[in-house]
């Protein structure tokens, strides 16, 4: 049994063999203590997700350990072993919670500089709603053990027998991606031998791909197979702020919203975020199942297991004064404060201590990394906590050792220094993929991240400082180039160094790795928004390039194409020239000529217009840079345009 957790895991396995009921029950969903129920004693459940490291079907896409020893309390040996390991502790009451004392399921944040940390402003509100969805929601504040829980489900599922396919965000870098949960997905379905998966890896497109998704999971429940689906922390995804967000999910799929349906899907998130939102508006609507907070009797009952373990413990008083606390409702915040009390060094102050700690889980967490800051000699590790809330998915040790020493000379941080930076920040930290013997390092939960943002790296001149310094690192010490591509457009983007984006998409040769596509998504971010609503009448003109410009290399792509035969944003072929193609200047941007001459847009030297000397030809425009029917202005905006 799992302490604490056992009713929410046994409506989850029910619900996954399409028996809805008691999902919607309120004992399972409000926050009910029974103080008459007998206590159970603590208990350690060390589990192993087989095939974890090996192939599509159950792996998390990248060499992770899931265990996070790194990022324990515990000072314990590293291991790289598939082991998931959940500390449930907690009294077996009609409220269903968790007390786990190792979170390491927690969040690596993405997007801009961390997007999935954006919450709406869209309160949750909390009505019970009959419904016979396929696709079940679990909700819960950050630090309440929602991710313990989706791992004890998918354990416990295989148990069971049941098919399952999980994925947890922030498990490993390109976890955070939706396309990367669409491809798996995809592959987890089609048998080996099948056509389509080639197909799938080769030549389609994530639109072709989603459409793949939709045809199988229609093909496996008109064959009633049985499919359990888990997605862990959809907050967390790239795109959450974007219309298609989620909008894969085989929820939305006509034929799989029947309470009869074998598909079923268990996502989590946290409250008063846009993902719920969006889950929410789901026609049918999805069940909700709130996690709650610890009750009394779990607090104590986590408290003395932790400490335990270290052979201490507090005396009746402090542990009343410690679990009272409005704080330790969360799990997170009681396992913080019990390791703070462990490496209290005043034991005739640990009462007082306790009275003085912060009673909310960001107040703690930046009281504890104050400490840690004002107590570094090496001075490096405000930095490294700044570096890692601004890197996209975390970073290798070694790049963190190299960005943390002397850039010009190329002498990384010293091992003596690193070793102690290391230490000093290993319970907030966790492993989340090896490659070529490099561990990536990033926060074990958003709450980590979320305060090192309020405390050192606010919106502003500190927030660009660190993304440039990223940047810098990137763009000309980093030898890896699809490394490069990955991640210095998006330092870049988030420094506001909208120029030297532009410089690198349109000048540097690692930017033809990128696709068409993407370079045509940064691009349009800072393209002019005006429409030329009538080039004719002199509200606009055409791009135009001279003889010698137009036959020239390097202006728009660093590919080996004409000027001529690109598109003037983001460096594509321009296979069709047609007129609707044709790139134009709003009256802002257009060169100050007389109506009787024209400008290049390169070299900006004018030419008479008219039959006369070499002709000038336009520019255009290709197919992912044309939006709409209506003429748009070209015009990259930089932060040094006006307009």
């Not at 009505?127 to 309440?144: D, F, H, M, Q, R």
């Not at 002709?615 to 070209?634: A, D």
Request: proline fraction near 5%.
């Amino acid at each position: 049994m799992v302490f604490g957790r056992d009713k929410i895991i046994e409506t989850f396995l029910r619900f996954a063999q399409g028996d809805n009921s008691g999902i919607d029950m309120e004992d399972i969903r409000g926050n009910v203590y029974s103080p008459g129920k007998e206590m159970e004693s603590p208990q350690i459940l060390v589990s192993h997700i087989d095939e974890y490291n090996g192939g599509p079907n159950h792996s998390v896409n990248g060499d992770v350990d899931l265990n996070g020893n790194d990022g324990g309390l515990d000072g314990e040996s590293e291991r790289a072993d598939s082991e998931i390991k959940v500390v449930i502790d907690s009294t077996p009451s009609e409220n269903g919670l968790d007390t786990s004392s190792e979170m390491n399921f927690g969040r690596s944040q993405s997007g801009s500089g961390r997007r999935s940390r954006q919450r709406s402003s869209k309160k949750v509100k909390r009505v019970k709603v009959v419904t016979n969805s396929g696709l079940c929601v679990a909700i819960g504040n950050p630090g309440t053990g929602k991710s313990a829980v989706m791992a004890r489900t998918v354990l416990e599922a295989q148990r069971a027998g049941l098919n399952v396919f999980y994925h947890f965000v922030g498990s490993c870098p390109t976890s955070i991606y939706e396309d990367n949960i669409i491809r798996r997905l995809c592959t987890y379905l089609l048998p080996p031998d099948d056509e389509r998966l080639i197909k799938m890896r080769e030549e389609y497109s994530i639109e072709e791909t989603t459409k793949l998704l939709n045809q199988l999971l229609r093909e496996k429940a008109e064959m009633f197979v049985q499919i359990l689906i888990i997605i862990d922390a959809v907050n967390q995804l790239t795109d959450v702020n974007a219309s298609s967000h989620l909008q894969w999910l085989p929820s939305t799929i006509s034929g799989l919203r029947s309470e009869s349906s074998s598909v079923r899907i268990i996502v989590s998130t946290i409250e008063e975020t846009r993902s719920l939102s969006v889950l929410q508006d789901l026609s049918p609507p999805p069940h909700e199942l709130f996690i709650n907070h610890l009750n009394p009797s779990t607090r104590i009952d986590l408290v003395q297991h932790y400490l335990g373990r270290y052979n201490k413990r507090l005396d009746p008083y402090q542990l009343a004064q410690l679990t009272k606390s409005e704080g330790a409702k969360n799990a997170l915040w009681l396992t913080l404060s019990c390791e703070e009390l462990r490496v209290f060094g005043v034991f005739e102050r640990v009462t007082d201590r306790i009275e003085t700690l912060p009673n909310n889980l960001d107040g703690l967490l930046a009281e504890i990394l104050e400490r840690l800051v004002k107590e570094d000699d090496t001075q490096s590790v405000e930095k490294m906590l700044c570096l890692l809330y601004c890197s996209q998915t975390g970073l290798p040790e070694t790049d963190i050792q190299s960005i943390l020493g002397d850039l010009e000379t190329q002498t990384p941080l010293p091992m003596l220094t690193w070793s102690q930076v290391r230490r000093t920040l290993k319970p907030f930290l966790r492993n989340i993929g090896v490659h070529g013997g490099v561990q990536r390092w990033d926060f074990f939960h958003q709450a980590i991240a979320k305060a090192v943002q309020d405390r050192w790296v606010p919106d502003g001149e500190a927030k660009s400082h660190f993304h440039l310094k990223l940047a810098d690192f990137y763009q000309y010490h980093n030898d890896d180039i699809y490394t490069v591509i990955r991640e210095l457009p998006y330092q870049l983007q988030q420094a506001k160094s909208i120029q030297r984006l532009v410089d690198f998409l349109q000048k540097d040769g690692r930017a033809l790795r990128i696709s068409v596509g993407e370079r045509s998504r940064y691009m349009k971010q800072y393209r002019c928004q005006r429409f030329i609503m009538n080039p004719k009448a002199g509200f606009g003109r055409k791009l135009m390039m001279c003889h010698f410009c137009q036959m020239g290399r390097g202006r728009f792509t660093a590919g080996p194409m004409q000027n001529k035969d690109c598109c003037v944003l983001c460096g594509g072929f321009v296979a069709f020239k047609r007129d609707e193609n044709i790139a134009y200047l709003c009256q802002f941007h257009m060169p100050r000529t007389p109506p009787s001459c024209e400008s290049c847009y390169i070299c900006h030297k004018m030419f008479p217009g008219g039959p006369q000397g070499p002709v000038p030809v336009p520019g255009y425009i290709c197919t992912w840079c044309k939006i709409g029917v209506q003429p748009m202005c070209v015009k990259v905006l930089t932060e040094d345009d006006k307009y």
